[in-house]
């Protein structure tokens, strides 16, 4: 909304917030329960402060909760699209139509109000509660995903109607502010990124590359656990249409051979993760001249290093693409720090990036390596690339594939019986997996028509040598994760 924000972690001193003179507070969403021990409290004194509030979900939840309602653990959860009635008009409602399609995603909900709230909406739940003279409004769906019918509507509402906000962050300028200060940092220095092919690095490289042309070098380092034809598209791409300087390394063996025999997930994440460091660090060595490291750390990563780590950052321990060779002194040079997703892909697309470069669904670190679930080898990897890209052309041949989050085919280690023409077989069981969420805390899997679930099926079975069975994914985060291992 061209409004400038910032994320701060819920433990942020009271005088941090008012030093900072907010138009507004939200109080996001979370994956954990007010009534648990260590539950993540911001100060009661926070409502006082006159500063409107906006509480989403478990800032819904919170501010009942500290306000002396009741928050009460939910039956089953509540998942997905819900319809919303509003039973009390409010500024934030504003605009509104009374029933609407809005996105829930919760287990506990609010069972009694604090004194002087309003219940303001329903769904299966109460879906709304408000305190017009505090300003505080709070609603358990999520308005800022777009299947929430009048999700934008209503966080204009707060954001221009209740904090009075200015349209004060505009992205026009960025690009040409950017490019000047890179020139100025760098000067006649030498730069260089790991590009990954996914969104970040490369809208950071192709930012540097405008500033400063070949005195970027990338370094593209293909760990053999990739989506199929990454490395060709990586340098068709950015090598060929941006005329980048990329150096490919082809460390699939490498890669391969430190996780022969190994089969436990963290294990293998801990390999990957090592070795990477390892290649980027000697490739790096190449260019002994360079003084900057460029990263395609955006905003939320900034926040995530910073913020108090919940128990759900152990779940999964997660690795980011390039590690900083620390013997060369480089200084970090990362464009997009003030960037939240949404912008990083705007930025994309105005210097040019092809739009579905810049819509990707994000791809984790260890990449196929925890998706050939088990023990890793070659002839898996490339059954699974095969099938995983089946997936994904039917998904944009389909038109679906940005209408959901993230979606994979996973290669489990089981092998079936089935039939082929006259022939018995004996082969691999794929699982498709796709998943719809606001933050990938939490994820419901994708619904999709079964006639596209069979074709897909179809295809796999048919094109991909190896698999003769295919499963459809359709458990929800939480219990399950969004990968399977
Ligand atoms: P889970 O499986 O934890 O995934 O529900 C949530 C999101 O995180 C990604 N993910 C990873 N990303 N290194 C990464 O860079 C990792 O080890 C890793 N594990 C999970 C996952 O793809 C999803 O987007």
Known sequence: ??????????????????????????????????????????????????????????????????????????????????????????????????????????????????????????????????????????????????????????????????????????????????????????????????????????VAAVLIHKAIGDQLQCIFVDTGLLRKDEGKKVMENYGEHFHMNIDMVDASERFLSKLAGVS????????????????????????????????GTIYPDVIESQSVKGPSAVIKSHHNVGGLPEEMKLQLLE????????????????????????????????????????????????????ADDIFIEELYKNDLYEKVSQAFVVLLPVKSVGVMGDERTYEYTAVVRSANTTDFMTATFSHFPWEFLENVSNRIINEVKGINRVAYDISSKPPATIEWE
């Open 1 to 202: 909304m061209e409004v400038y924000s910032e994320i701060l972690p819920f433990n942020t001193s009271l005088e941090e917030i008012k030093s900072k003179n907010p138009a507004g507070i939200i109080l996001s969403g979370g994956p954990s329960s007010v009534n648990s021990p260590d539950a993540h409290l911001v100060e009661k004194e926070l409502f006082e402060l006159g500063i409107p509030v906006l509480g989403i979900c478990y800032g819904m939840q919170l501010t009942a909760h500290l306000l002396g309602g009741n928050v009460k653990k939910g039956e089953k959860g509540e998942y997905g699209k819900a319809t919303l009635e509003i039973t009390k008009s409010n500024p934030l409602f504003t605009g509104v139509s009374r029933f609407s399609t809005v996105w829930m995603s919760h287990f506990d909900e609010v069972e009694t109000l604090p004194e002087n709230f309003e219940i303001s909406a329903k769904s299966g739940v109460i879906a709304g509660i408000f305190n017009e003279k505090k300003n505080i409004y709070c609603v358990q769906f999520h308005p800022e995903v777009s299947h929430s019918e009048f999700g934008a509507r209503m966080l204009e509402n707060f954001v221009f109607q209740i904090c009075k906000a200015e349209k004060n962050w505009k992205l026009t300028n960025y690009i040409e502010k950017t490019v000047a200060e890179i020139r100025e940092k760098v000067g006649n220095d030498k730069v260089i990124l790991g590009l990954s092919g996914g969104v970040d690095s490369s």
């Open 335 to 386: 464009p997009l720090r003030e960037l939240f997703k949404d912008e990083v892909r705007k930025v994309g697309e105005e210097l040019g990036i092809p739009h579905h470069l810049v819509y990707r669904h994000p791809f984790p670190g260890p990449g196929l390596g925890i998706r050939v679930l088990g023990e890793v080898d070659a002839e898996k990897v490339k059954i699974l690339q095969e």
């Open 264 to 295: 436990d997930p963290e294990e293998k994440r801990k390999i990957i993760g090592r070795e990477f460091v390892a290649v980027f660090d000697e490739e790096s060595h190449k260019f002994e001249g360079a003084k900057f490291l460029a990263q």
